[in-house]
């Protein structure tokens, strides 16, 4: 919508309209030098403006796939009064900011670091998004990232002899996940060209392509080592990457995000993560990033 169309839905002049998008009060972006506002985002904003915010009972994290994320989720729900709900479902990094930019997630989980260790490729996809001004950037953990095969295979398997990699039957990501990037950069590194690999199956999260490969519907594939070793698979690490929380401005303050944040800094949380394998805790809950 335009100012014009903001102002007159919301029953204010457009002078107000223009201070409340240049102050980030209202969710807006520019485009050619003129504020345009996306209608379910206006319509999301007035909800969480009634009664200290009617959605507040809720919060919806989407994204990356994580086994240590998930089982907080479930602990946080399990502790609560059943008159709130926090759900959880993998979709992938990119379509998970697309949920979050079109209103329909409030949290999105994302690795999308380059393997130098640097969040530059991170800040430039966020930046993709019109609506990135409202977001901030907030660390999460660090996790290893690296290939699964089956125990039995592990002996064959040989960073110096890549022509084991070619026969193997490989699962892919869906396009726009961070472990199928994460892929795709550590063979170009091998000198190994993905289209000379048999890819048999396409999975859309981390316990999906495990669960392939320990069915022996195929035979390696890309993913954190905490979903490695619950599926009793053998793990090769290749790097340690960062697991974000991507969310709006408003949002990093609602009581369940400041929960999850708090109760990753416990100790019992460090015990399950040692518990899981490939996890290291440090700075949860820090701002790495405003939008800017």
Not at 183 to 189: A, G, N, V
Request: hydrophobic residues 40%.
């Amino acid at each position: 919508m335009s100012t014009k169309q903001v102002a007159d839905y919301l029953d204010l002049n457009e002078k107000k309209v223009y201070s409340m998008a240049s102050h980030r009060i209202l969710p807006a972006t520019k485009v050619t030098g003129k504020w345009l506002f996306p209608k379910v985002l206006i319509d999301r904003w007035l909800m969480d403006s009634c009664h200290s915010g009617m959605l507040s009972d809720r919060m919806h994290i989407t994204g990356s796939d994580d086994p240590l994320l998930s089982m907080l989720v479930a602990q946080l729900m399990s502790k609560g009064n059943h008159q709130e709900i926090i759900s959880y479902s993998a979709t992938g990094s990119t379509l998970g900011l697309e949920l979050l930019s079109r209103g329909y997630a409030d949290v999105c989980s994302i690795h999308w670091e380059s393997q130098q260790g640097n969040r530059d490729s991170l800040y430039s996809l966020l930046k993709s998004f019109p609506n990135h001004p409202q977001w901030v950037l907030v660390s999460g953990f660090e996790r290893q990232q690296g290939l699964m095969v089956r125990q039995e295979m592990a002996s064959l398997f040989d960073d110096k002899a890549k022509s084991s990699l070619q026969p193997l039957r490989w699962v892919s990501r869906q396009k726009g996940a961070g472990s199928q990037r994460h892929l795709e950069h550590w063979l170009m590194q091998q000198d190994v060209n993905p289209n000379e690999l048999l890819f048999s199956a396409t999975a859309q999260s981390e316990r999906e392509l495990a669960g392939y490969i320990a069915r022996r519907n195929a035979d390696i594939g890309f993913g954190c080592q905490a979903v490695a070793v619950e599926s009793g698979l053998h793990f090769i690490p290749k790097l340690t990457e960062s697991f974000d929380f991507v969310m709006s401005q408003s949002i990093f303050f609602r009581r369940q995000l400041q929960a999850l944040l708090e109760l990753l800094k416990q100790p019992q949380t460090a015990q399950l993560a040692n518990m899981l394998t490939g996890y290291q805790l440090g700075e949860s809950g820090k701002i790495i990033w405003n939008g800017q």
